[in-house]
């Protein structure tokens, strides 16, 4: 399908699911994500007049982005990928939102990294709702601590995000997450991919991550 056309669509499933909901869609930010995919895909939807982008790997956005920024004004990218506290300084001068913050270690690396450039990006703290470590995200018991520890160092904390286990019913965890944020004070969540995104909007999500459902399948990672 043609990206400025699977574009509307999502939009049009957005504003469905918003109305149903009682909100407003202008709460929903899509943010489309664009991993493994090169310029010649993300383009046409640039061309489409979007301008929110999200990645999972430093290194990915490095090469692709610099150019695609130099093409497109106002450009927005965000990181939705595991971050390791080395990378941290390079997340920082690269994006402009940070989804994956979820360890002590990482809190130092970005309060340092975010110092030393002068450049304070907003972070989600994410959140292990499934028990399933090797995802990332911080432990459900540690979140208290986690989000102390950040507010001390100055991160702007704008919510939380969460990647809920891939063959359960997303919904209760999407439920889950929006207690812990409202019980931290946080209001934005991060929640909702291709299939699923419309019950994170009725769930309270204010960033959806979509990828597969704007730009196809990805191909498999190689091993
Ligand atoms: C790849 C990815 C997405 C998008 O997944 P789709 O199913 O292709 O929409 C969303 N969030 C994270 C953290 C991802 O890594």
Redesign the pocket.
């Given at each position: 399908m043609n990206a400025a056309l699977a574009l509307t669509e999502i939009h049009d499933r957005i504003a469905r699911a918003c109305k149903i909901a009682r909100r407003e869609p202008a709460e929903v930010s899509l943010i489309a994500?664009s991993?493994t995919h090169g310029p010649e895909a993300i383009a046409p939807l640039l061309d489409a007049g979007h301008r929110v982008f999200?990645e999972?790997r430093v290194q990915e956005a490095a090469a692709k982005w610099p150019d695609l920024r130099e093409r497109y004004e106002g450009v927005e990218l965000h990181l939705?990928?595991q971050l390791q506290s080395n990378k941290a300084e390079d997340a920082a001068r690269l994006f402009d939102c940070i989804?994956s913050l979820d360890r002590p270690s990482l809190v130092t690396a970005l309060a340092k990294a975010f110092d030393k450039i002068g450049r304070q990006i907003p972070c989600f703290v994410q959140v292990d709702v499934g028990e399933e470590p090797q995802k990332g995200g911080c432990p459900v018991a540690d979140l208290p601590a986690l989000l102390a520890q950040a507010r001390d160092a100055s991160i702007p904390l704008i919510g939380l995000m969460c990647?809920p286990p891939a063959d359960l019913e997303p919904a209760p965890f999407f439920a889950f997450l929006d207690k812990l944020a409202r019980d931290n004070g946080l209001g934005s969540l991060s929640m909702g991919?291709?299939?699923d995104f419309e019950t994170a909007i009725m769930l309270g999500a204010t960033h959806v991550?979509?990828?597969?459902?704007l730009f196809g399948e990805?191909a498999a990672p190689p091993r």
């Amino acid at each position: 399908m043609n990206a400025a056309l699977a574009l509307t669509e999502i939009h049009d499933r957005i504003a469905r699911a918003c109305k149903i909901a009682r909100r407003e869609p202008a709460e929903v930010s899509l943010i489309a994500i664009s991993k493994t995919h090169g310029p010649e895909a993300i383009a046409p939807l640039l061309d489409a007049g979007h301008r929110v982008f999200g990645e999972n790997r430093v290194q990915e956005a490095a090469a692709k982005w610099p150019d695609l920024r130099e093409r497109y004004e106002g450009v927005e990218l965000h990181l939705v990928g595991q971050l390791q506290s080395n990378k941290a300084e390079d997340a920082a001068r690269l994006f402009d939102c940070i989804h994956s913050l979820d360890r002590p270690s990482l809190v130092t690396a970005l309060a340092k990294a975010f110092d030393k450039i002068g450049r304070q990006i907003p972070c989600f703290v994410q959140v292990d709702v499934g028990e399933e470590p090797q995802k990332g995200g911080c432990p459900v018991a540690d979140l208290p601590a986690l989000l102390a520890q950040a507010r001390d160092a100055s991160i702007p904390l704008i919510g939380l995000m969460c990647v809920p286990p891939a063959d359960l019913e997303p919904a209760p965890f999407f439920a889950f997450l929006d207690k812990l944020a409202r019980d931290n004070g946080l209001g934005s969540l991060s929640m909702g991919m291709s299939s699923d995104f419309e019950t994170a909007i009725m769930l309270g999500a204010t960033h959806v991550r979509v990828g597969s459902a704007l730009f196809g399948e990805r191909a498999a990672p190689p091993r």
